[in-house]
């Protein structure tokens, strides 16, 4: 086990969303727990500062892809970004905020790294080396206590379940660029094609 948490950063045009700062919190307090560190992904134009933002609540180390192509939000392209460096940075638990956004790409990232997802989770606690979480179901009316166990464990918190981490800007570090993962650029190329194709046909 590699202890290490990830956690993606939701954020609007370079605004952070203040869920994705509590998903960080969690992330802190669990890689505290596990003795591992917490790193935090983020992608878009012009997110720099944000990335700069993460080591000030928690972030042991951030990767940032600042490009055009993630100027606007597109699944596939920041898709492939998260699973990308979880595959490269092998985490034992892969966070979201629960946001329409990291939603979607949670649940495309399980498919990506073949493990499943908790959604709107609203307790987590270490038991073995597992994490136990709880999520209310059927419309809220039960909650469930449950365990993923593939690995990355894949969650998303909900909004407001957990505090948000004091700033502290005397945390400071380097975050890391790394490329952009355009896949909607060969979607776009393949559709394309198919449409050429089927005129050719035509």
């Known amino acids: 086990m590699s202890n290490k948490v990830l956690v993606y950063i939701d954020h609007f045009h370079g605004e952070v969303l203040p869920i994705s700062w509590e998903s960080l919190g969690v992330g802190r307090k669990l890689a505290d727990e596990l003795g591992g560190d917490v790193a935090v992904v983020i992608g878009g134009q012009d997110v720099k500062d944000a990335a ?6 928690g972030a042991d180390q951030v ?3 600042d490009d055009s192509s993630l100027v606007d939000y597109r699944p596939e392209p920041f898709a492939s970004l998260v699973s990308q460096i979880a595959r490269e940075d092998a985490p034992d638990v892969l966070l979201f905020p629960t946001t329409t956004r990291g939603r979607e790409l949670a649940g495309m990232c399980a498919i990506d790294l073949n493990s499943g997802v908790l959604p709107d989770v609203t307790a987590l606690e270490v038991q073995d080396g597992k994490l136990t979480a709880t999520r209310p179901v059927y419309a809220g009316k039960l909650i469930a206590t449950v365990v993923c166990d593939s690995t990355p464990q894949i969650i998303t918190t909900r909004g407001r379940a957990f505090d948000k981490p004091e700033l502290d800007a005397s945390r400071t570090g380097e975050p890391t660029q790394v490329d952009a993962l ?4 060969i979607f776009r190329h393949r559709s394309s094609n198919t449409r050429r194709k089927r005129g050719e046909l035509a």
């Open 52 to 57: 700069n933002q993460a080591f000030h609540y």
């Open 182 to 185: 355009c896949r909607q650029t």
């Open 63 to 65: 990767y940032y892809a």
